[in-house]
């Protein structure tokens, strides 16, 4: 039986659709949230098509498809974007809500998340890379920063590994494991040979500017020294009764590589940083260096339970040592001129008529050369008394470079061209002399 529409019953859907609205426009907020952080939309909106009124009557709602669309259309006249903000890698939006007359609402201000709820897996991630990395990785790095990381992890995990069997073979021929002495006289010679390290520490130390411009070349040196120390170390083995002057050179040896390392650290570092995060970028460069010393200590004590050659277990650690430094320097990219990139760069352009890049510079550095090997045949910068043997000869060329700011001589007793800078020598002098010596 059909009824007739009566007043009420059009004042009621008159209030049901002013209902609707005011329900659609709280739920704004909450969904333009998933909006924004590209969510599935129909998990945001409740998909019944019905709803019940007060009085029980089931009132028919917009389609789904319709709904989305005029909520969209709410959201943006609604909401709007007050600023972005990005920290650790993680972004939100803030939002304010307006009234009908265009004004803010008060307390209405929301951060809306632009990334997907992460895993507990993905979290763990998160965790260790706040360790291991600096923060705004990897836009607060240069790109050599991972290469130079890689090596340095492998260098120190091997170094770790060594540092077990050198301690429990200084152990062994101390007296400790065997009691062939009094503790009195091993406590002696222990402190004997740290004390002969410290003194060999502070010799090193006045190698000066050296470790600003030819880090590279000091660094690698060092690793060099510190297995060396290594070796000798392991060699106390074979000769126990000459521990102690075994102990303190190699105590010495290591000591010097220690300065260096040290003293070579930051500029380093600082290379990696873009900007002031260089305090972030070394805290993060310890701690991956200490890790990886950590684990390979740990797989060193289990092997060292097999009692393996002593001589094949420091070959194969030695090896991988070397080789893992020499890649680590070698990653290294300086944005200043030594002596060997600057001969790189002079060189380079004189044969191709174009100035290598900064990789490239970096690249072609000398890294290390054997002192018997090493020819160099023009010296730029070099000291008086390795250019010149007597007075006659300076005065005899002075003249001719009065007007200069540097010297050339060629040297026929050691057979080599010399470049010396005078005290007023500025950037662009320097390399009107380096290119007058070739």
Not at 183 to 189: C, D, K, L, S
Not at 266 to 274: D, G, L, M, R, V
Not at 405 to 419: D, E, H, I, W
Request: hydrophobic share 40%.
């Amino acid at each position: 039986m059909k009824q007739s529409p009566s007043p009420n019953s059009n004042a009621t859907a008159q209030s049901l659709t002013s209902q609707e609205s005011r329900l659609l426009a709280r739920e704004t907020l909450r969904i333009s949230a998933n909006l924004a952080s590209n969510a599935v939309a129909s998990n945001s909106v409740s998909s019944s098509s019905i709803r019940i009124s007060d009085d029980g009557t089931a009132v028919p709602l917009m389609d789904e498809s319709r709904k989305m669309e005029y909520v969209g259309e709410l959201a943006a006249s609604r909401l709007e974007l007050i600023c972005c903000e990005e920290m650790d890698g993680r972004r939100w939006n803030y939002v304010a809500e307006k009234d009908r007359f265009g004004n803010f609402r008060n307390n209405s201000m929301r951060a809306l998340s632009l990334h997907n709820p992460q895993t507990p897996l993905d979290e763990l991630m998160s965790f260790a890379r706040s360790y291991v990395v600096p923060e705004g990785f990897p836009d607060s790095v240069t790109p050599s920063y991972v290469p130079y990381m890689t090596w340095r992890a492998l260098k120190h995990f091997f170094g770790g590994a060594m540092g077990v069997f050198t301690t429990q073979t200084l152990l062994s021929s101390v007296g400790i494991s065997r009691n062939k002495a009094t503790p009195g006289a091993v406590a002696i010679n222990w402190i004997l040979k740290d004390g002969a390290g410290r003194v060999g520490k502070m010799i090193f130390s006045r190698q000066g500017k050296k470790f600003d411009y030819d880090l590279k070349q000091l660094r690698f040196a060092g690793d060099l020294l510190m297995e060396l120390g290594a070796g000798v170390e392991l060699a106390t083995a074979a000769v126990p009764h000459l521990f102690l002057p075994l102990a303190c050179a190699a105590n010495v040896a290591k000591n010097v590589a220690a300065v260096t390392s040290t003293s070579t650290r930051t500029p380093i570092y600082k290379a990696f940083a873009k900007g002031e995060n260089i305090g972030d970028v070394t805290a993060k460069g310890e701690c991956v260096g200490n890790i990886a010393d950590l684990l390979g200590t740990g797989l060193s004590i289990v092997i060292s339970k097999r009692n393996p050659s002593l001589v094949t277990t420091f070959a194969l650690l030695s090896c991988g040592y070397v080789f893992s430094s020499y890649r680590e320097v070698r990653s290294v990219v300086l944005h200043t001129l030594n002596r060997a990139r600057f001969s790189v760069a002079v060189d380079s352009f004189l044969k191709t008529g174009k100035v290598p890049s900064l990789q490239e510079g970096n690249m072609q550095e000398t890294i290390f050369t054997f002192p018997w090997l090493k020819d160099r045949p023009v010296v730029l910068g070099s000291r008086f008394k390795d250019a010149f043997q007597d007075p006659g000869a300076y005065l005899a060329i002075e003249p001719l470079f009065q007007k200069e700011r540097y010297v050339v001589t060629y040297n026929p007793s050691k057979g080599k061209v010399y470049a010396l800078l005078k005290d007023q020598a500025k950037s662009d002098d320097i390399l009107k002399a380096a290119f007058h010596v070739r």
